[in-house]
Structure formats: structure tokens, C-alpha cells
């Protein structure tokens, strides 16, 4: 199986003893690329050194809304200037967090909406993150999308915008989603025995607009939940969506890496002609 680990904080302290053994587990697994997004300018810049190191890594740049209030006057052009690096493939983590609210909404709204218009002047896909924040997320989220700068940008060429990651909305906001031309994200949450309202929507997400993820070093699936994640743990995001769709692994990970690697761009540099692998299994 080639897998793709849509969202991992490899930068963050909980991987400075293991490393390079958290990226052979993952080799091992055949997980082939991994995206690494940035929570605030610092974590960035570490994501970025990484990402010269290991192969498979790339990067998102953003700040992060738990972070908001550290997102001063020069923050964008940092975040700008970031994106010229080669390995930078998308605008992230950016998003609302009202769960923690360690910074005002008006801030964290402010700081989300500047990042999505980067997004749109730089033709980046958006990693997107909601706690407790769906209604506001879909409001300003389908604002920028009806809006001048994101029609006239090339992220609209693109054949996806962004990722609603660690996605735990309803079908309606799925559907939103897709009409937006986003896709979903899912991750160790899914394999959760008691999540059961997002195991029961799950399989009637559509297949073909979901990436896998695990959000390490946060968020292990079951059997492994409470321990610290790690890339390699996404084969049990992979297998428990197989068992949730009643297709096998493999069909799982054909379909979701395709779209990752279209989201972000990376089909060229992957080697596979995947144009073969966008059948619908399931829609
Ligand atoms: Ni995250």
C-alpha cells in the first residue's frame, strides 16, 4: 500500500528523541508522503529544516488559532516569504478554535481571514481546523470562496481548494464542502469505539474527496488511543475506514492518495500515474 499522511506535527518536541525511527516506521508502512503543517512561525521554520532532511516530507505554513495572538504585523510576509521554499505545498493550519479559545474569536477570525487570502494570492490550497466552530467556519469559509480573490485565483483552477482536517461536521456540511470543491479529513477519532455518530457517517462521506491523517503527535487510533501517535499509525485509519466502507485496504489507500496527492500537488513528484486510480469505488 502507498499511503499518504495528510496532516502530521513531525516539528513538534514529542519527536526530537525518535525521529528518524518515527520515519522508518512510516517507510515501512508505505506511507510515502507526509504533510507536515506549521501552528505557529517557529514550528514552521522547524517543519521547513525537516523537510530538507526527509524526503517524503512537506510542509504547510499558517498559523495555527490556538496561536492567533502571536500573529503580529509581520507574520504574513513571513508566512509569504516562506512559501517560496520548495517543499511548502499548501496554506496551514489555520483555522477557529472555540474549544480553547486561547485567543478572542475576533482575533482568531481576523487571522483566519488573512491567511485565506494568502491562500488565494499564492494559488495554495487551505488546511483547515474547527473545534466547536463549524457554523462560523462555513460561513466565512463560503464567503471566501463567493469572493473576488479566490475566484480570480488559481487555487479555483486547482482540482481541490483545502481540507476540512480532523473533519466531525454533519453530511450537510460535507456537502458544502464538496460544492466548495474541499476535501475531508479523518483520522484517529474515526477508530474511536465510542465516536459513533462519525462512524456512522463515515460511510456515506464520499471516497473519492477523503484524505487519511493522523494529526501525530496527537489523536492515536484505536487500539493505540492515549499513546502518542506516529505516521506509521495511519494504516489503522486506512484499515478501520475499509472495514467502515466494506472495501479492502488497498482500495482505501489508492483512492485517498490520489486525492492527496492532487490537493497538494504532488502527483508528478510521486511517480504514479494516478489518473488510473481516480475511479469513483464509492460516492
Ligand atoms: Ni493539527
Known amino acids: 500500500m502507498r499511503l499518504v499522511d495528510s496532516h502530521c506535527h513531525l516539528d513538534l518536541p514529542q519527536f526530537d528523541e525518535d525521529r528518524e525511527e518515527v520515519m522508518t516506521r512510516a517507510r515501512e ?25 526527509f524526503e517524503e516530507l512537506y510542509v504547510a505554513v499558517g498559523v495555527h488559532p490556538n496561536s492567533a495572538d502571536s ?34 474569536p475576533e482575533v482568531q477570525r481576523r487571522v483566519f481571514a488573512q491567511q485565506l487570502e494568502l491562500a488565494a494570492e499564492l494559488g495554495l490550497p487551505v488546511i483547515i481546523h474547527s473545534r466547536e466552530a463549524n457554523s462560523a467556519i462555513r460561513e466565512m469559509v ?11 485565483s488559481p487555487l479555483a483552477q486547482r482540482p481541490f481548494a483545502g481540507v476540512l482536517h480532523a473533519f466531525h461536521g454533519d453530511l450537510s456540511l460535507a456537502e458544502e464542502a464538496y460544492r466548495w470543491n474541499f476535501v ?29 491523517e493522523t494529526d501525530a503527535p496527537y489523536l492515536a487510533p484505536h487500539p493505540l488511543r492515549g499513546k502518542r501517535n506516529e505516521p506509521a499509525y495511519v494504516t489503522l485509519v486506512c484499515e478501520e475506514l475499509a472495514h467502515l466502507w466494506a472495501l479492502t485496504p488497498e482500495e482505501v489507500a489508492v483512492q485517498t492518495t490520489a486525492t492527496a496527492l492532487r490537493l497538494f500537488g504532488l502527483e508528478d513528484r510521486f511517480g504514479v500515474d494516478f489518473s488510473t486510480h481516480v475511479t469513483a469505488v464509492h460516492s
Open 29 to 53: 508502512k508505505g506511507v510515502e508522503r507526509i504533510i507536515n503543517p506549521g501552528i505557529d512561525l517557529d514550528g514552521c521554520r522547524c517543519a521547513l529544516k525537516l523537510a530538507e532532511q
Open 71 to 104: 500573529f503580529d504585523a509581520d507574520a504574513l510576509s513571513s508566512l509569504a516569504e516562506m512559501t517560496k521554499h520548495p517543499k511548502v505545498v499548501a496554506i496551514g493550519e489555520i483555522g477557529l478554535d472555540f474549544h480553547w479559545k486561547t485567543s478572542a
Open 142 to 152: 463560503g464567503e471566501w470562496i463567493a469572493g473576488a480573490s479566490f475566484q480570480r
Open 184 to 212: 475531508l479529513g479523518l483520522g484517529g477519532p474515526v477508530t474511536f469505539r465510542n465516536a459513533r455518530s462519525l462512524r456512522e457517517l463515515a460511510p456515506k462521506l464520499r471516497l473519492d474527496r477523503l484524505l487519511l
